[in-house]
């Protein structure tokens, strides 16, 4: 995982390469991580997080929704590698 804070003040952090190993999904290994990114977001005085991801990933989905990220964009797109219904998810910090 990084948080890219370039663009920071103007679209909030970007949450980038959020990964976690298939072998280390479903033991709270990708909650204790979004935790960890949030609190230093919130340390670093960010307003904003956001992350870019794609429809189907709904275990990862429902990690973002749960700690308070909302989809606020999709568009079709091919970052990926294959055509997607990339997905633009933001969490405020106020």
Do not use: P
């Not at 990708?30 to 340390?43: Q, T």
């Not at 989809?71 to 997905?87: I, P, S, T």
């Amino acid at each position: 995982m990084a948080i890219d804070g370039v663009h920071a003040a103007d679209e909030g952090a970007h949450l980038r390469w959020y990964i976690v190993s298939d072998t280390l999904r479903g033991g709270g290994i990708g909650n204790r991580l979004i935790h960890e990114a949030i609190d230093f977001c919130r340390k670093c005085g960010y307003r904003r997080v956001y992350l870019w991801t794609f429809e189907g990933l709904n275990a990862a989905r429902h990690l973002y929704e749960k700690n308070g990220f909302n989809l606020v964009d999709q568009r079709r797109g091919a970052q990926w590698g294959k055509e997607v219904n990339e997905q633009r998810f933001l969490l405020s910090l106020r």
